[in-house]
């Protein structure tokens, strides 16, 4: 049992239980709190509930060591760190009202010089909304709180290397939580610490997402061309790789994951005017799982009139990024729902490699379906379809597998 946690983090998915356990193992007190009983429960027996290299041996040895410990209330601290999702309402506009549940189930236990961080991704002023709302609630804390924001910057598949290693971007509400954050980062993470205003912090987040989205647009509009002029996009944008100033992304089947395709709405949503290439790139990769959605129902019809039978189809990948187990946001799940609302009595065999059963999908191993399938659609490219041996198969490659 932690007698007196140092940390309380609060939001135990992705990001909080990777940072949680990092800072655990720097022999600090962590009390980790979720909602969800179940998530509390196997963490507090050593496990873990998400898929992340070495995440499972930090946890087991944190709460084995007596450094973290999970709960579904919070408990007094010194540093709170909010970490938890901010989803949207109707028409993409961001929800932070999980950031002020969060927010609100501590205020009882703040004191004066206390640190309160957000890391949630949040619409630009936030981190100033819930200052404003906690000294609402304990005027008596104005100004002897330090506040600040500090978005994560990680990527799935290697999150515990990169919250150690990747620099961050911290920005208080004044200069003093500016110092304060600061400090209580610089006992677990290597890499740089840039100090700005929590307002520039919540930006950066936001446009660092936006930035790698409209790079995305790019190649998927390029690939739309490309289909349309017969020219092999993989092959174009390799050989136009090769002027030293171009360096075009991959086109996929879309866009997905909690950052990416996300994080773009909040800034269109409060600056819609001046938002225009940004909300046109969300739309132009929302669009391309549509019509990726579309080419699988023309192979399958194309099929049907030249072999007079229905074909089988092997839907190649679920997750939004290769290699890894994160459905979420998912534009290959979009696709995999999609082409199954248009089925009439085809065959279909739906491929993750990375999970072992789903909900809503029957899995089928991946070779498996690629032995039987007539139509093979390629979603994402994962490392064990790329050496599939395919032969008289009809071939939809969305991902650049088999380049």
């Keep these: 049992m932690i007698s007196e946690p140092k940390v309380v983090m609060i939001g135990l998915g992705y990001i909080g239980l990777p ?65 938890v999702p901010t989803p949207f309402k109707a028409k993409n506009e961001p929800d932070i009202s999980f950031v002020e549940a969060a927010t609100k189930s501590i205020i009882p236990l703040l004191k004066e010089g206390d640190l309160y961080i957000i890391e949630s991704t949040s619409p630009i002023g936030t981190t100033e909304k819930m200052v404003d709302f906690i000294y609402q609630e304990r005027p008596e804390l104005k100004g002897k709180l330090n506040a600040a924001y500090c978005p994560e910057r990680v990527l799935p598949g290697n999150v515990m290397h990169e919250l150690v290693h990747n620099d961050r971007v911290i920005g208080g509400v004044n200069e003093k939580s500016t110092d304060k954050a ?49 020219i092999d996009v993989w092959e174009l944008i390799k050989l136009a790789n090769k002027h030293p100033r171009v360096n075009i992304l991959q086109p996929g089947c879309g866009v997905g994951g909690h950052c ?52 089988s189809i092997a839907i190649m990948g679920l997750a939004f990024k290769p290699n890894i187990d994160d459905l979420r946001e998912s534009p290959a799940k979009y696709i995999a729902q999609k082409v199954l609302q248009n089925a009439n009595n085809e065959e279909y065999f739906i491929v993750e490699p990375n999970i072992e059963s789903h909900k809503i999908f029957k899995l089928t191993n991946y070779q498996t379906a690629a032995d039987k399938a007539d139509i093979v659609v390629f979603l994402v490219a994962h490392n064990e379809f790329k050496n599939l041996k395919l032969k008289d198969k009809v071939i939809l490659d969305f991902c650049g597998v088999l380049t």
């Design 260 to 311: 990416i395709a996300v994080d773009p709405y909040f800034i269109v949503a409060d600056y819609p005017m001046e938002s225009k290439i940004i909300g046109a790139a969300r739309e132009i990769n929302n669009y391309k799982s549509f019509w990726c959605a579309e080419k699988v129902q023309t192979a399958k019809l194309e099929f049907e009139l030249k072999h007079g039978r229905k074909p």
């Design 182 to 230: 600061i400090s209580f980062y610089k006992e677990f993470i290597k890499g740089d610490l840039h100090r700005t205003n929590a307002r520039t912090a919540e930006m950066c987040k936001l446009v660092e997402n936006s930035s790698r989205d409209v790079q995305i647009a790019f190649a998927n509009e390029l690939s739309l061309i490309c289909d349309k002029a017969d």
């Design 19 to 83: 940072t949680a356990a990092l800072i655990a193992q720097n022999k600090t007190y962590v009390h980790g709190v979720d909602i969800n009983a179940d998530v509390v429960e196997t963490i507090n027996k050593g496990k873990v509930h998400i898929v992340e290299p070495d995440l499972d041996k930090a946890v087991s040895d944190a709460v084995s060591e007596g450094f973290l410990q999970a709960d579904t209330k919070p408990v007094q601290a010194n540093t709170y760190l909010i970490v």
